[in-house]
């Protein structure tokens, strides 16, 4: 047991490692990519949280990315700080995400995914048609990089890192409420919201909050989506993004805490790496994610779970064989 | 002693058919009081309409002399009202000893303190003396989904006592459970009635689990109480063995 636990932390030690180290090589759009990735993990961690944990469906977890990114892109462009923008995206997203967590209070599953598809529609049509706050399809340009304690991050690995680092509050946060009794209770509302209910578990309130939360995150990569890209106009934070931090989610595995970062790996980097079949890289891709989804409803992180559950099954039962023996030997 | 829970004139319809036809009945504290009655009699459903699953179409219900009727079952909870469900309902996923940890984690602190307080909520030690008492011991690691039929029936009712509940509702405690485990379950349910003064209602149709068991048995058919009284006065009238216990 404890060789487990320190393979994993050794384990865990190479990974971070690696992500601070190797990247100094990477050239200006290898460190776009990686960027890409952990702010698409910040968003897939939420909508983990709401989806994953808390069982709450929602196709609008690309339009908190978008509401984070347009706070951030008219904020900064105003001279205003990031870490100011952050804050508003986070108290906007957070307040939003509660609003539309009602209707879950009443509705589940597909007709609660219709709901936030509509509210992720509203979204984009405020972000193309509201001329004089978002500029519309032409979009804000130009939009600064910040500067953290002095340092510029006007260079891709400096923002990177400031990428990477808000991923590792992030993730250290996400943590402490899955485990904290928060994250309890949301496990309990996706299991069964009866139970817990007559458990004293308030599931108006566990269920606003995985909303709300959720959102949140969202905001929060959205935030740091605009200065990675210093460009934002409607397009990218269509239903489709929505949609693709779905798919982060349940391929990587609903529900496990890592795995959002395996799904935003394969839904930023696999895309990449496929390039070079040209025009069939999607065609593979889809391909690739039915037959996970096929083999696997649980995701990647899935396959492990049941590889292990089967292990400590089989090691449990050679246990009880080994005591039965005993108790067969001793008259 | 004092009433505890007050149930009066209990109605619940379903389209035409009164499934609880105006039920009255008082628990005293401390009391064990069986109901029992033939399947579709309407005793689970009585259940859910005095735990707030299910609000009745009339009557009232009182518990420690206040009116709940229609209150969220979590709301219930949280006055110290707790219950089991008649088909299993643990959380399969969790551990023995995290399914008690949630059982009793609302009874603890706030929303605040629960969200950046011990992520136990200060419970194991609890929830491990409960695991003890109800003999669950080399279990308390596994997922719960993974323990027998028998085995997950205990965890189930152990869950309803986290919260050191005042009034326990417990629906089929012993179905599905093997006769050793049954024996130990009404020992555990005896115990906690004599030590903690939790008072309790007990739907079950194992009629040794609740002559035996229970100090007062209430008796109901077609959604109507036919009859109360002691186990031997129950046993013994001829309506009752009319309508439930046969010849």
């Known amino acids: 047991m404890t060789a487990a636990k320190y393979l994993k932390i050794g384990f865990g030690i190479v990974v971070i490692a690696a992500l601070i180290i190797v990247p100094m090589n990477f050239n200006r759009y290898g460190l776009f990519i990686l960027s890409q990735w952990a702010v698409m993990t910040i968003a897939a961690m939420g909508l983990n949280l709401t989806l994953g944990y808390a069982g709450q469906v929602s196709l609008a977890q690309g339009a908190f990315v978008g509401i984070g990114a347009y706070t951030a892109a008219i904020m900064t462009s105003n001279g205003l700080p990031l870490i100011g923008a952050l804050g508003v995206a986070i108290v906007l997203c957070f307040a939003i995400g509660w609003i539309l967590g009602y209707p879950a209070l009443r509705v589940q599953h597909h007709y609660l995914a219709f709901v936030t598809l509509a509210f992720s529609t509203l979204a984009f049509l405020v972000f193309r048609n509201e001329d004089w706050l978002t500029k519309g399809i032409y979009g804000i340009s130009n939009i600064p990089r910040p500067e953290l304690f002095g340092y510029p991050t006007r260079r891709p690995l400096p923002f990177y890192y400031v990428c990477l680092g808000s991923l590792g509050i992030v993730s250290l946060a996400v943590w402490w409420l899955i485990r904290s009794p928060w994250g309890r209770a949301f496990i309990a509302l996706r299991e069964n919201p009866v139970r817990a209910l007559s458990l004293g578990i308030d599931t108006r309130r566990y269920t606003l909050m995985a909303f709300a939360i959720g959102s949140a995150l969202g905001g929060v990569a959205g935030t740091l989506y605009a200065p990675l890209t210093q460009y934002v106009d409607p397009v990218p934070f269509h239903l489709s993004l929505s949609l693709d931090l779905l798919m982060m989610v349940i391929v990587g595995g609903s529900g496990f805490f890592f795995g959002p970062f395996l799904g935003a790996m394969i839904a930023v980097l696999l895309p990449e790496w496929l390039r070079f079949t040209q025009g069939y890289y999607l065609m593979l891709y889809a391909i690739a994610v039915i037959l996970l989804l096929i083999y696997s409803p649980t995701g990647i992180l899935g396959i492990l779970d049941r590889f292990i559950s089967e292990r400590r099954t089989k090691a449990a039962s050679a246990q009880r064989a080994v005591a039965k023996a005993k108790l067969e030997v001793t008259p | ?247």
């Open chain 2, 1 to 247: 002693m004092s009433v505890v829970l007050e149930v009066s004139n209990i109605r619940k319809s379903f389209g035409g058919i009164n499934a609880v036809n105006g039920v009255s009945f008082d628990v005293q504290e401390g009391e064990i009081l069986g109901l029992i009655g033939p399947n579709g009699c309407g005793k689970s459903t009585l259940f859910n309409c005095i735990l707030g699953q299910l609000t009745p179409s009339a009557g009232e219900v009182k518990v420690d002399g206040k009116v709940v009727t229609g209150m969220r079952p979590s709301d219930l909870n949280g006055l110290g009202v707790s219950r089991t469900f008649q088909l299993l309902q643990v959380f399969p996923k969790l551990s023995v000893r995290e399914n008690l940890i949630l059982a009793g984690q609302e009874h603890q602190g706030n929303m605040l303190s629960r969200l950046i307080g011990p992520s136990d909520a200060g419970l194991t030690e609890a929830a491990n003396q409960m695991i003890g008492f109800f003999k669950l011991d080399h279990l308390a690691n596994e997922p719960a989904g993974g323990l027998s039929y028998g085995q997950q029936k205990l965890l189930d009712a152990a869950m309803a006592f986290m919260g050191g509940p005042r009034l326990v509702l417990l629906d089929e405690p012993a179905g599905g459970v093997n006769l050793t485990m049954l024996a130990d379950l009404k020992d555990r349910l005896a115990a906690i009635n004599r030590e903690k003064r939790a008072t309790f209602v007990v739907i079950e149709h194992n009629m040794e689990f609740v002559m035996s068991l229970c100090t007062r048995v209430m008796v109901m058919a077609e959604g109507k109480v036919l009859a109360v009284g002691r186990p031997d006065e129950i046993r013994a009238n001829p309506a009752v063995i009319e309508a439930y216990l046969g010849h």
